[in-house]
C-alpha cells in the first residue's frame, strides 16, 4: 500500500501516524518544527487522507503496512511517533517489527481495549447531506445535533473535500465504521513479547485514555518507557498544547 506522506526537514528518518479520522495534514506545524533535526513523514494512515482503501483495518494490518513503508522510505529504521489509533498501530509495529523502531512516542492511548468509541461521529459524518449541500457550513450544521463540541466538529470538518454539490468525506468511512471494535481494541501478544527500545508515553493531564491502572501492561510490553504528562491537555495533546507537547517529542528523540 503506498501511503500518502507529508515531508518536513531532513536528518534521521521520523514516522508521524495520526489518530483515527485525523490525517498527515493535522501535523504540519509540529512536523516542521521536528524537522529542523529530522526528516519527518507524517503519513495518511489506510482508509484516511490520500493513503489507498482497503477493507481491512485492525493493527496487524497496519502494522503491516507502516513496516512496508519504513523499509521502503527510511532504509529500514525510524524513531516513530503515533497518536491515539496511531498510536496503537505504532506499538504493534514496535512489538512485530522492533528492529525497525529506533524509538517509540506512544500520545495519549494504552495498548489496552476502550470504549471510547467514535461510532457516532461516523453515523453523523455519514448522515450529513453532502450531496446536496451549498457550503460546508451546511454539513458542519447537519452535525451539530449530534455533535455538540465545536472543536470536534472543526477537526472531522478537515477532512471534507471537494465544491458544493460534490463533497466527499476523504476517509473511508464505511469500513472504519465496519472496524471500530478492531480499532478500539489491541491484538493480544504472546506472553513475554516487547519492544525494549527507548519508548516515550506522552498523555494529555485532562484526557482519560492514559491511566494509572494501565501502567504494570505498559511496562510489560514496554520495559523502558518513561511516562510524562502534558498539563492542560487533553486527547489530542499535540493540538491543545503544541509548543509543549514538540519540546517534549524533540527532547526525547534528541536525547
Not at 506522506?5 to 536528518?11: D, F, H, P, Q
Not at 489509533?85 to 512516542?105: H, N, R, S
Not at 472531522?156 to 465504521?177: D, F, H, I, K, T
Request: charged share 15%; glycine share 10%.
Amino acid at each position: 500500500m503506498n501511503l500518502n506522506v507529508i515531508e518536513a526537514g531532513s536528518g534521521a528518518p521520523l514516522v508521524i501516524m495520526h489518530g483515527l479520522l485525523g490525517s498527515a495534514r493535522n501535523w504540519g506545524g509540529i512536523a516542521t518544527k521536528l524537522g529542523e533535526s529530522h526528516h519527518v513523514m507524517a503519513v495518511d494512515m489506510p482508509n484516511h487522507g490520500a493513503s489507498p482503501w482497503s477493507e481491512t483495518m485492525d493493527y496487524p494490518f497496519m502494522a503491516r503496512q507502516l513496516a512496508d513503508f519504513i523499509k521502503a522510505k527510511c532504509g529500514g529504521k525510524a524513531t516513530v511517533v503515533g497518536h491515539s489509533m496511531g498510536g496503537k498501530a505504532a506499538m504493534m509495529l514496535a512489538l512485530t517489527y522492533p528492529q525497525m523502531v529506533e524509538k517509540l512516542v506512544v500520545v495519549d492511548i494504552a495498548p489496552v481495549s476502550y470504549t471510547h468509541t467514535f461510532a457516532p461521529y461516523i453515523k453523523a459524518m455519514r448522515a450529513a447531506p453532502i450531496a446536496t449541500a451549498l457550503r460546508r457550513g451546511d454539513v458542519e450544521l447537519a452535525m451539530h445535533g449530534v455533535i455538540d463540541d465545536p472543536r470536534v466538529r472543526a477537526f472531522l470538518m478537515q477532512n471534507l473535500e471537494g465544491q458544493p454539490g460534490s463533497y466527499r468525506w476523504r476517509p473511508n468511512l464505511a469500513v472504519l465504521g465496519a472496524a471500530m471494535d478492531d480499532i478500539l481494541a489491541f491484538p493480544h501478544v504472546a506472553d513475554g513479547t516487547c519492544y525494549d527500545g527507548p519508548t516515550l508515553f506522552l498523555h494529555g493531564a485532562q484526557s482519560d485514555y492514559v491511566l494509572p491502572a494501565h501502567e504494570d501492561v505498559i511496562a510489560a510490553l514496554f520495559p523502558k518507557a518513561e511516562m510524562q504528562v502534558v498539563d492542560g491537555a487533553g486527547h489530542w495533546v499535540h493540538a491543545d498544547k503544541p509548543a509543549e507537547f514538540t519540546k517534549a517529542v524533540a527532547q526525547f528523540v534528541n536525547s
